[in-house]
């Protein structure tokens, strides 16, 4: 099975693809997380990428075009993927169309009140990844992981200056994928305003179907 979460940033799809790929055991690939393994590395993919991301940009199609088509070649992927936040343009989507047959596209759809609240809420471990919200999912612990003991930090585009931009972006450059889909007969919408655990439950009852 190959998907493909699309929404807003901040929606929640970091947090639903971790849930899909524990239940069906199919390799999570973020390019945002790759970008910032990238950065953590120092690499000069990082380096280029970073400029991009601490501006609430996307970084260029070639770049991130490149470090996904190398990513799909893995052994892990042979069985099926789950892709969060990419694609992100129609260039990209069409560059997908011709590496990989994708099966289904959830579109993840809530308010962009919700999305303000999300991003802003939002805390990441700075050790495995894990994705908390100060309301919505809390951590046992003020600043801690529960997973691994990590510090969790507020990611430098999760702040608001940057919030506001990411959002422009998203509306010019990646909304026009949700007609790019429908029109494949791929889309399925779902309602993202609910608890993560609800979601979770809707969107495997898309994937059953
Ligand atoms: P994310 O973690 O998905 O919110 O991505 C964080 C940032 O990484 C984005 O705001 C972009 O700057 C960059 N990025 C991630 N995925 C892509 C993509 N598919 N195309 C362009 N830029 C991306």
Same mark, same amino acid.
């Given at each position: 099975?190959?998907i493909?979460?699309l929404g807003?940033?901040?929606?929640g799809?970091g947090t639903?693809?971790?849930?899909i790929?524990?239940?069906?055991r199919?390799?999570h ?5 790759l ?9 000069k ?5 970073k400029?991009?991301?601490?501006a609430?940009k996307l970084?260029?199609?070639n #770049?991130?075009i490149?470090?996904?088509a190398?990513? #799909?070649e ?11 936040g990419f ?13 990989a ?6 579109n993840f759809?809530?308010s962009?009140k919700?999305?303000?609240?999300r991003?802003?809420g939002?805390r990441?471990?700075s ?10 999912m ?5 600043g801690?992981c529960d997973?691994?003991?990590?510090? #969790? ?13 990411r ?10 994928l949700?007609?790019y ?5 791929l889309?399925k919408e779902?309602n993202?305003?609910?608890?993560p655990?609800?979601?979770f439950?809707d ?7």
């Open positions: 099975m190959n493909i979460l807003p940033p901040g929606i799809k639903i693809a971790k849930m790929s524990a239940k069906y199919l390799p690939i973020s390019t945002g997380d970008f910032r393994e990238n950065i953590a590395k120092k690499t993919l990082g380096d280029e990428a400029k991009y991301m601490d609430g970084v260029p199609d #770049l991130v490149d470090m996904l190398d990513r #799909l893995k052994t892990d992927c042979k069985n099926g993927f789950i892709l969060d694609p992100r343009t129609i260039l990209q989507a069409k560059a997908l169309d011709k590496i047959k994708i099966d289904v596209v959830i759809e809530a962009e919700t999305t303000i609240k991003l802003g939002r990441t471990c050790k495995c990844g894990h994705i908390y919200h100060l309301e919505n809390p951590p046992k612990k003020d801690i997973k691994c003991g990590g510090r #969790l930090y507020l990611r430098d585009d999760d702040k608001p200056e940057v919030i506001k931009q959002l422009k972006t998203y509306n010019e450059l990646t909304a026009p949700i007609a889909y429908s029109g494949k007969g889309l779902i993202a305003e609910k608890t655990k609800e979601i439950e969107v495997v009852g898309v994937l059953k179907q």
